[in-house]
Protein backbone atom coordinates (compact mmCIF):
# COMPACT_ATOMS: atom_id res chain seq x y z
CA UNK A 1 0.00 0.00 0.00
CA UNK A 2 1.34 3.59 -0.50
CA UNK A 3 0.31 6.72 0.53
CA UNK A 4 -1.66 9.38 -2.03
CA UNK A 5 1.91 10.76 -3.05
CA UNK A 6 3.17 7.21 -3.84
CA UNK A 7 5.78 7.01 -1.45
CA UNK A 8 5.74 3.02 0.08
CA UNK A 9 4.93 2.99 3.78
CA UNK A 10 7.31 -0.20 4.51
CA UNK A 11 11.29 0.67 5.60
CA UNK A 12 13.04 -1.37 3.15
CA UNK A 13 10.46 -0.55 0.45
CA UNK A 14 11.62 2.81 1.06
CA UNK A 15 15.34 2.11 0.89
CA UNK A 16 15.15 0.30 -2.20
CA UNK A 17 13.03 2.88 -3.76
CA UNK A 18 14.89 5.61 -2.42
CA UNK A 19 17.86 3.84 -3.38
CA UNK A 20 16.81 3.59 -6.86
CA UNK A 21 16.05 7.55 -6.92
CA UNK A 22 11.99 7.41 -6.94
CA UNK A 23 12.18 10.22 -5.17
CA UNK A 24 14.87 12.35 -3.28
CA UNK A 25 14.75 12.76 1.20
CA UNK A 26 13.68 15.63 1.15
CA UNK A 27 10.48 14.81 -0.57
CA UNK A 28 9.69 12.29 1.77
CA UNK A 29 10.18 14.03 4.81
CA UNK A 30 7.98 16.67 3.24
CA UNK A 31 5.38 14.15 2.84
CA UNK A 32 5.47 12.81 6.37
CA UNK A 33 6.09 15.74 8.24
CA UNK A 34 2.83 16.79 6.58
CA UNK A 35 1.14 13.70 7.94
CA UNK A 36 1.95 14.16 11.05
CA UNK A 37 0.90 17.48 11.37
CA UNK A 38 -2.71 16.90 9.39
CA UNK A 39 -3.47 13.56 11.94
CA UNK A 40 -1.13 13.78 14.98
CA UNK A 41 -3.69 16.25 16.48
CA UNK A 42 -6.23 13.00 16.77
CA UNK A 43 -3.92 10.45 17.50
CA UNK A 44 -1.21 12.33 19.90
CA UNK A 45 1.62 9.62 19.08
CA UNK A 46 4.42 12.74 19.15
CA UNK A 47 5.75 15.06 21.72
CA UNK A 48 8.24 16.65 19.40
CA UNK A 49 8.82 16.47 15.89
CA UNK A 50 12.02 17.33 15.03
CA UNK A 51 11.26 19.26 11.41
CA UNK A 52 14.69 20.94 11.10
CA UNK A 53 16.95 18.08 12.03
CA UNK A 54 15.23 15.49 9.59
CA UNK A 55 15.32 18.14 6.67
CA UNK A 56 19.16 19.07 7.26
CA UNK A 57 19.64 14.70 7.18
CA UNK A 58 16.97 14.88 4.12
CA UNK A 59 18.92 17.21 2.14
CA UNK A 60 22.72 15.70 3.32
CA UNK A 61 21.83 11.93 2.12
CA UNK A 62 20.15 13.70 -0.90
CA UNK A 63 24.14 15.25 -1.60
CA UNK A 64 25.53 11.50 -1.06
CA UNK A 65 23.56 9.82 -3.71
CA UNK A 66 24.48 12.51 -5.97
CA UNK A 67 28.10 12.39 -5.50
CA UNK A 68 27.59 8.39 -6.19
CA UNK A 69 28.15 7.17 -2.83
CA UNK A 70 27.24 3.60 -1.70
CA UNK A 71 24.12 4.35 0.55
CA UNK A 72 23.72 2.66 3.78
CA UNK A 73 20.77 -0.03 4.25
CA UNK A 74 18.36 2.48 5.46
CA UNK A 75 18.92 5.06 3.24
CA UNK A 76 15.92 7.58 3.68
CA UNK A 77 13.49 5.56 6.13
CA UNK A 78 11.59 8.07 8.72
CA UNK A 79 11.96 7.20 12.35
CA UNK A 80 11.10 7.96 15.63
CA UNK A 81 11.72 6.90 19.26
CA UNK A 82 10.12 7.14 22.79
CA UNK A 83 10.70 10.06 24.29
CA UNK A 84 13.02 8.08 26.99
CA UNK A 85 15.32 8.05 24.36
CA UNK A 86 18.12 11.03 24.01
CA UNK A 87 18.31 13.11 20.98
CA UNK A 88 20.53 15.87 20.68
CA UNK A 89 19.19 19.30 21.18
CA UNK A 90 16.02 18.35 22.96
CA UNK A 91 14.88 17.62 26.58
CA UNK A 92 14.75 13.98 27.60
CA UNK A 93 11.19 14.20 29.22
CA UNK A 94 9.97 10.49 29.69
CA UNK A 95 7.05 11.65 29.75
CA UNK A 96 7.00 13.72 32.82
CA UNK A 97 6.87 17.46 33.68
CA UNK A 98 9.54 17.08 36.18
CA UNK A 99 11.63 16.88 33.59
CA UNK A 100 10.40 19.97 31.44
CA UNK A 101 13.76 21.77 33.03
CA UNK A 102 16.42 19.43 32.69
CA UNK A 103 19.14 20.84 29.33
CA UNK A 104 18.58 19.43 25.91
CA UNK A 105 20.36 16.41 25.58
CA UNK A 106 23.99 16.39 24.23
CA UNK A 107 24.04 13.65 22.50
CA UNK A 108 21.42 10.81 20.58
CA UNK A 109 21.47 7.39 22.57
CA UNK A 110 23.86 4.77 20.61
CA UNK A 111 20.48 2.75 18.90
CA UNK A 112 19.19 6.61 17.66
CA UNK A 113 22.91 6.78 16.61
CA UNK A 114 22.65 3.57 15.59
CA UNK A 115 19.83 3.72 12.94
CA UNK A 116 20.82 7.35 11.30
CA UNK A 117 24.41 5.98 10.89
CA UNK A 118 22.28 3.37 8.78
CA UNK A 119 21.14 6.49 6.55
CA UNK A 120 17.86 6.49 8.75
CA UNK A 121 16.43 9.76 9.57
CA UNK A 122 14.84 11.10 13.07
CA UNK A 123 11.58 12.44 12.88
CA UNK A 124 11.05 13.12 16.82
CA UNK A 125 10.10 11.82 20.01
CA UNK A 126 7.11 9.63 20.89
CA UNK A 127 4.23 9.54 23.50
CA UNK A 128 4.98 7.18 26.72
CA UNK A 129 3.40 6.71 30.28
CA UNK A 130 5.29 8.67 32.49
CA UNK A 131 8.77 7.06 33.47
CA UNK A 132 7.64 3.85 31.50
CA UNK A 133 5.57 3.04 34.44
CA UNK A 134 1.77 1.90 32.96
CA UNK A 135 0.17 0.10 29.84
CA UNK A 136 -1.83 2.82 28.20
CA UNK A 137 -0.36 5.72 27.47
CA UNK A 138 -2.56 8.02 29.12
CA UNK A 139 0.01 10.47 29.61
CA UNK A 140 -0.92 12.87 32.57
CA UNK A 141 0.57 15.58 31.27
CA UNK A 142 1.29 14.77 27.13
CA UNK A 143 -2.54 14.13 27.45
CA UNK A 144 -3.82 9.93 25.81
CA UNK A 145 -2.31 8.29 23.02
CA UNK A 146 -5.19 7.13 20.86
CA UNK A 147 -5.19 3.39 18.97
CA UNK A 148 -5.15 4.58 14.83
CA UNK A 149 -7.48 1.69 14.28
CA UNK A 150 -10.59 3.26 17.07
CA UNK A 151 -9.58 6.70 18.60
CA UNK A 152 -11.70 6.09 21.38
CA UNK A 153 -9.34 3.30 22.31
CA UNK A 154 -5.82 2.47 24.21
CA UNK A 155 -2.33 2.52 21.99
CA UNK A 156 -0.99 0.26 24.84
CA UNK A 157 2.00 1.38 26.63
CA UNK A 158 4.28 2.08 28.18
CA UNK A 159 5.91 2.47 24.22
CA UNK A 160 2.08 3.51 23.50
CA UNK A 161 3.72 6.60 20.91
CA UNK A 162 5.76 4.09 19.06
CA UNK A 163 3.44 1.74 18.28
CA UNK A 164 0.57 4.01 17.37
CA UNK A 165 3.12 6.40 15.08
CA UNK A 166 4.18 2.74 12.98
CA UNK A 167 0.19 2.16 13.32
CA UNK A 168 -0.86 5.40 11.70
CA UNK A 169 1.54 5.51 9.13
CA UNK A 170 3.77 8.26 9.84
CA UNK A 171 7.04 6.69 10.51
CA UNK A 172 7.55 2.58 9.32
CA UNK A 173 9.71 1.90 12.07
CA UNK A 174 9.84 3.28 16.05
CA UNK A 175 12.00 2.83 19.15
CA UNK A 176 10.65 1.80 22.16
CA UNK A 177 11.63 -0.02 25.98
CA UNK A 178 10.15 -3.01 27.14
CA UNK A 179 10.56 -3.76 31.12
CA UNK A 180 7.30 -5.38 31.90
CA UNK A 181 6.01 -5.96 28.43
CA UNK A 182 5.98 -1.89 26.93
CA UNK A 183 6.66 -2.93 23.40
CA UNK A 184 4.47 -6.34 23.09
CA UNK A 185 1.07 -4.56 24.88
CA UNK A 186 1.20 -1.32 22.74
CA UNK A 187 2.02 -3.81 19.33
CA UNK A 188 -0.85 -6.10 20.34
CA UNK A 189 -3.38 -3.42 20.67
CA UNK A 190 -1.99 -1.30 17.42
CA UNK A 191 -1.32 -4.38 15.57
CA UNK A 192 2.65 -3.68 14.45
CA UNK A 193 5.12 -6.43 14.66
CA UNK A 194 7.34 -5.49 18.04
CA UNK A 195 10.41 -7.12 19.08
CA UNK A 196 11.93 -6.95 23.25
CA UNK A 197 15.45 -8.84 22.47
CA UNK A 198 17.21 -10.58 25.07
CA UNK A 199 18.09 -8.56 28.37
CA UNK A 200 21.56 -7.00 27.64
CA UNK A 201 21.44 -7.65 23.46
CA UNK A 202 20.76 -4.22 22.73
CA UNK A 203 22.71 -0.81 24.61
CA UNK A 204 20.89 1.01 26.78
CA UNK A 205 23.06 3.89 26.77
CA UNK A 206 21.52 7.80 26.58
CA UNK A 207 17.91 5.93 27.78
CA UNK A 208 16.41 7.26 31.21
CA UNK A 209 16.13 4.48 33.15
CA UNK A 210 13.22 2.71 34.97
CA UNK A 211 14.61 -0.89 36.51
CA UNK A 212 18.20 -1.88 35.82
CA UNK A 213 18.03 -5.41 35.79
CA UNK A 214 14.63 -5.67 33.87
CA UNK A 215 14.38 -2.83 30.93
CA UNK A 216 15.22 -4.04 27.73
CA UNK A 217 15.39 -1.71 24.44
CA UNK A 218 13.30 -2.48 21.67
CA UNK A 219 11.75 -1.85 18.01
CA UNK A 220 8.31 -1.76 16.24
CA UNK A 221 7.92 -2.59 12.94
CA UNK A 222 4.40 -2.77 9.71
CA UNK A 223 6.53 -6.32 8.44
CA UNK A 224 8.80 -8.64 10.10
CA UNK A 225 11.07 -8.23 7.41
CA UNK A 226 11.03 -3.98 8.12
CA UNK A 227 11.79 -5.14 12.14
CA UNK A 228 14.56 -7.47 11.55
CA UNK A 229 16.62 -4.93 9.47
CA UNK A 230 15.86 -2.63 12.23
CA UNK A 231 17.04 -4.96 15.09
CA UNK A 232 20.25 -5.98 13.10
CA UNK A 233 21.04 -2.31 12.83
CA UNK A 234 21.19 -1.52 16.79
CA UNK A 235 22.99 -4.81 17.55
CA UNK A 236 26.84 -4.74 18.76
CA UNK A 237 28.15 -4.25 22.29
CA UNK A 238 28.46 -1.00 23.54
CA UNK A 239 31.16 -0.23 26.42
CA UNK A 240 29.34 2.72 27.62
CA UNK A 241 26.33 0.22 28.80
CA UNK A 242 27.52 -2.68 31.22
CA UNK A 243 24.69 -4.37 31.21
CA UNK A 244 25.07 -4.47 27.07
CA UNK A 245 26.45 -8.44 26.34
CA UNK A 246 30.05 -8.53 24.69
CA UNK A 247 28.31 -11.10 21.56
CA UNK A 248 28.76 -11.15 17.94
CA UNK A 249 26.59 -9.61 15.54
CA UNK A 250 23.69 -12.31 15.20
CA UNK A 251 21.45 -11.78 12.51
CA UNK A 252 17.70 -11.91 12.21
CA UNK A 253 17.68 -13.38 9.22
CA UNK A 254 19.07 -16.86 9.64
CA UNK A 255 17.38 -19.65 7.82
CA UNK A 256 15.84 -22.64 9.64
CA UNK A 257 14.37 -25.97 9.08
CA UNK A 258 11.80 -27.69 11.27
CA UNK A 259 10.88 -25.22 14.50
CA UNK A 260 10.08 -27.23 17.49
CA UNK A 261 6.92 -24.84 18.59
CA UNK A 262 4.78 -25.44 21.60
CA UNK A 263 1.43 -23.56 22.65
CA UNK A 264 1.15 -22.15 26.58
CA UNK A 265 -1.52 -22.71 28.26
CA UNK A 266 -2.64 -22.92 32.12
CA UNK A 267 -2.14 -19.42 32.69
CA UNK A 268 -2.13 -18.17 29.39
CA UNK A 269 -5.09 -19.25 28.35
CA UNK A 270 -7.09 -18.87 32.16
CA UNK A 271 -5.97 -14.81 31.54
CA UNK A 272 -7.12 -14.28 28.11
CA UNK A 273 -10.77 -13.65 26.62
CA UNK A 274 -11.94 -15.69 23.38
CA UNK A 275 -10.06 -13.03 20.88
CA UNK A 276 -6.88 -13.63 22.65
CA UNK A 277 -7.50 -17.10 22.90
CA UNK A 278 -8.28 -17.84 19.64
CA UNK A 279 -5.15 -15.65 18.26
CA UNK A 280 -2.70 -18.27 20.40
CA UNK A 281 -4.14 -21.48 19.24
CA UNK A 282 -4.01 -19.93 15.23
CA UNK A 283 -0.72 -18.99 15.57
CA UNK A 284 0.25 -22.46 17.09
CA UNK A 285 -1.52 -24.29 14.42
CA UNK A 286 -0.14 -22.23 11.62
CA UNK A 287 3.62 -23.39 12.92
CA UNK A 288 2.88 -26.68 13.61
CA UNK A 289 2.23 -26.77 17.43
CA UNK A 290 1.43 -30.37 18.49
CA UNK A 291 1.87 -29.44 22.08
CA UNK A 292 0.30 -27.31 24.87
CA UNK A 293 2.77 -27.08 27.78
CA UNK A 294 2.87 -25.16 31.00
CA UNK A 295 5.05 -22.25 31.54
CA UNK A 296 6.62 -23.12 35.32
CA UNK A 297 5.18 -21.01 37.69
CA UNK A 298 3.99 -17.49 35.47
CA UNK A 299 2.08 -16.41 38.73
CA UNK A 300 5.61 -16.45 40.98
CA UNK A 301 7.23 -14.99 37.94
CA UNK A 302 4.95 -11.84 37.30
CA UNK A 303 4.75 -11.63 41.52
CA UNK A 304 8.69 -11.32 41.23
CA UNK A 305 8.69 -9.06 38.34
CA UNK A 306 6.10 -6.37 40.37
CA UNK A 307 8.34 -6.45 43.47
CA UNK A 308 11.64 -5.83 41.76
CA UNK A 309 9.97 -2.83 39.62
CA UNK A 310 8.56 -1.40 42.42
CA UNK A 311 11.36 -1.56 44.30
CA UNK A 312 14.08 -0.55 41.85
CA UNK A 313 11.66 1.92 40.09
CA UNK A 314 11.21 3.48 43.70
CA UNK A 315 14.29 3.64 44.58
CA UNK A 316 15.27 5.50 41.36
CA UNK A 317 12.85 8.07 41.80
CA UNK A 318 12.56 8.61 45.92
CA UNK A 319 14.63 11.97 45.12
CA UNK A 320 11.92 13.62 42.76
CA UNK A 321 9.02 11.98 44.46
CA UNK A 322 9.85 13.73 47.81
CA UNK A 323 10.38 17.05 45.99
CA UNK A 324 8.24 17.34 43.17
CA UNK A 325 5.50 14.95 44.85
CA UNK A 326 2.75 17.40 43.06
CA UNK A 327 3.93 17.21 39.86
CA UNK A 328 4.36 13.17 39.35
CA UNK A 329 1.44 11.81 37.51
CA UNK A 330 -0.83 10.13 40.61
CA UNK A 331 -1.35 6.33 39.85
CA UNK A 332 2.30 5.66 39.21
CA UNK A 333 3.59 8.56 42.01
CA UNK A 334 1.63 6.13 44.66
CA UNK A 335 2.75 2.83 43.53
CA UNK A 336 6.78 4.19 43.33
CA UNK A 337 6.47 5.39 46.58
CA UNK A 338 4.50 1.79 47.90
CA UNK A 339 7.43 0.12 45.76
CA UNK A 340 10.33 2.31 47.89
CA UNK A 341 8.93 1.05 51.31
CA UNK A 342 9.27 -2.68 50.35
CA UNK A 343 11.33 -4.89 52.79
CA UNK A 344 14.61 -5.49 51.61
CA UNK A 345 13.56 -9.52 52.21
CA UNK A 346 11.11 -9.36 50.05
CA UNK A 347 13.06 -8.14 46.88
CA UNK A 348 15.90 -10.34 47.59
CA UNK A 349 13.34 -13.30 47.54
CA UNK A 350 12.01 -12.13 44.36
CA UNK A 351 15.36 -12.47 43.00
CA UNK A 352 15.69 -15.94 44.19
CA UNK A 353 12.28 -17.15 42.57
CA UNK A 354 13.19 -14.91 39.02
CA UNK A 355 16.84 -17.14 39.38
CA UNK A 356 15.12 -20.45 40.12
CA UNK A 357 12.27 -20.37 37.80
CA UNK A 358 14.36 -19.19 34.92
CA UNK A 359 16.73 -22.30 35.21
CA UNK A 360 13.18 -24.34 34.86
CA UNK A 361 11.80 -22.47 32.05
CA UNK A 362 15.20 -22.67 30.15
CA UNK A 363 14.33 -26.88 30.30
CA UNK A 364 11.37 -26.26 28.71
CA UNK A 365 13.81 -24.89 25.76
CA UNK A 366 15.80 -27.88 25.36
CA UNK A 367 12.59 -29.60 23.87
CA UNK A 368 10.93 -26.85 21.78
CA UNK A 369 12.56 -23.85 19.81
CA UNK A 370 9.72 -21.19 20.02
CA UNK A 371 6.70 -21.02 22.59
CA UNK A 372 3.40 -19.54 21.31
CA UNK A 373 1.07 -17.26 24.00
CA UNK A 374 -0.74 -14.20 23.70
CA UNK A 375 0.47 -10.92 24.73
CA UNK A 376 -2.67 -9.30 25.97
CA UNK A 377 -5.62 -10.69 27.84
CA UNK A 378 -7.76 -8.28 25.50
CA UNK A 379 -8.16 -6.07 22.25
CA UNK A 380 -7.23 -2.02 23.36
CA UNK A 381 -9.80 -1.18 26.18
CA UNK A 382 -11.63 2.30 25.61
CA UNK A 383 -8.81 5.66 26.85
CA UNK A 384 -10.70 6.19 30.47
CA UNK A 385 -11.80 2.25 31.78
CA UNK A 386 -10.87 1.41 34.49
CA UNK A 387 -11.89 -2.38 34.78
CA UNK A 388 -11.46 -4.98 32.18
CA UNK A 389 -13.47 -8.50 32.03
CA UNK A 390 -11.26 -11.67 31.34
CA UNK A 391 -13.35 -14.79 31.44
CA UNK A 392 -16.05 -13.27 33.79
CA UNK A 393 -12.88 -11.72 36.16
CA UNK A 394 -13.19 -8.31 36.79
CA UNK A 395 -9.88 -6.69 36.65
CA UNK A 396 -8.17 -2.92 36.14
CA UNK A 397 -7.10 -2.18 33.26
CA UNK A 398 -3.38 -0.66 33.84
CA UNK A 399 -1.78 -3.32 35.96
CA UNK A 400 -3.37 -5.95 34.18
CA UNK A 401 -3.01 -5.45 30.41
CA UNK A 402 0.57 -6.82 31.09
CA UNK A 403 -0.63 -10.06 32.81
CA UNK A 404 0.67 -12.41 29.87
CA UNK A 405 4.06 -10.08 29.42
CA UNK A 406 5.16 -9.85 32.92
CA UNK A 407 6.57 -14.31 33.74
CA UNK A 408 8.30 -13.34 30.20
CA UNK A 409 9.95 -10.24 31.17
CA UNK A 410 11.18 -11.56 34.56
CA UNK A 411 13.07 -14.21 32.84
CA UNK A 412 14.88 -11.71 30.07
CA UNK A 413 13.57 -13.54 27.23
CA UNK A 414 13.71 -12.45 23.47
CA UNK A 415 10.03 -12.07 22.06
CA UNK A 416 8.37 -10.71 18.60
CA UNK A 417 5.32 -9.81 19.23
CA UNK A 418 3.07 -11.09 16.13
CA UNK A 419 0.14 -9.17 15.47
CA UNK A 420 -3.50 -10.85 14.57
CA UNK A 421 -6.96 -10.34 13.03
CA UNK A 422 -9.66 -10.68 15.23
CA UNK A 423 -13.46 -11.23 14.73
CA UNK A 424 -14.55 -7.77 15.78
CA UNK A 425 -11.39 -5.86 13.43
CA UNK A 426 -9.50 -4.77 16.13
CA UNK A 427 -5.96 -6.47 16.07
CA UNK A 428 -4.15 -8.53 19.32
CA UNK A 429 -0.57 -10.29 19.03
CA UNK A 430 0.82 -13.50 20.04
CA UNK A 431 4.26 -13.70 21.46
CA UNK A 432 6.83 -15.32 19.82
CA UNK A 433 9.20 -16.74 22.50
CA UNK A 434 12.72 -17.90 21.70
CA UNK A 435 15.61 -19.31 23.96
CA UNK A 436 18.04 -16.49 25.60
CA UNK A 437 20.59 -15.09 22.52
CA UNK A 438 18.03 -16.59 19.70
CA UNK A 439 16.23 -14.05 18.16
CA UNK A 440 16.70 -15.62 14.87
CA UNK A 441 14.21 -18.33 16.45
CA UNK A 442 11.51 -15.63 17.16
CA UNK A 443 11.83 -14.11 13.75
CA UNK A 444 12.01 -17.22 11.81
CA UNK A 445 8.53 -17.99 13.42
CA UNK A 446 6.92 -14.47 12.81
CA UNK A 447 8.07 -14.88 9.00
CA UNK A 448 6.30 -17.66 8.61
CA UNK A 449 3.28 -16.90 10.32
CA UNK A 450 3.16 -13.46 7.97
CA UNK A 451 4.12 -15.96 5.00
CA UNK A 452 0.76 -17.85 5.97
CA UNK A 453 -1.35 -14.30 6.46
CA UNK A 454 -1.84 -15.74 9.71
CA UNK A 455 0.15 -12.56 11.48
CA UNK A 456 -0.90 -9.51 9.84
CA UNK A 457 -0.25 -5.33 10.11
CA UNK A 458 -3.67 -3.67 9.07
CA UNK A 459 -2.77 -0.99 6.99
CA UNK A 460 -2.91 2.63 8.41
CA UNK A 461 -6.07 3.64 8.97
CA UNK A 462 -7.89 7.07 7.15
CA UNK A 463 -7.65 8.91 10.34
CA UNK A 464 -10.39 11.43 9.38
CA UNK A 465 -12.78 8.00 8.55
CA UNK A 466 -11.54 6.85 11.88
CA UNK A 467 -12.23 10.06 13.93
CA UNK A 468 -15.87 9.99 12.69
CA UNK A 469 -16.47 6.67 12.91
CA UNK A 470 -15.14 6.77 16.76
CA UNK A 471 -16.75 10.38 17.72
CA UNK A 472 -13.64 11.03 18.88
CA UNK A 473 -12.76 14.58 19.83
CA UNK A 474 -9.37 15.80 17.47
Known amino acids: MTTSNHFPFGALAIARAYANGDFSARELIEVTLARIDAYDVQVNAFTAVTRERALVEADALDARRARGHTLPPLAGVPFAAKNLF ?100 PASLCGVFGVKPTYGRLSRHGVYPFVASLDHMGAFARSVDDLAATYDALQFADP ?146 EFMDINGERLGVRPNLGLLTQPVSCLGLPVVAAPMRTRSGLPIAVQLIAPPWREDLAFEAARRLEAAQVAHCPPPPSLDEALLSSGADA
Open 240 to 385: LDPACAQRAFESANAKHGVLRVARLGGYFDEHANDDAHRASHAAAEALGASETVDYPDPAAARGAAFLITAAEGGQLHMANLRARYDEREPLSRDRLIAGALLPAAWVVQAQRVRAALRTRVLELFERYDVLVAPATPVVAPRIGD
Open 86 to 185: DIEGIATLAGSRVLRDAPAAACDATLVRRLTGQGAILIGALNMDEFAYGFTTENHHAGPCRNPHDLTRSAGGSSGGSAAAVAAGFVPVTLGTDTNGSVRV
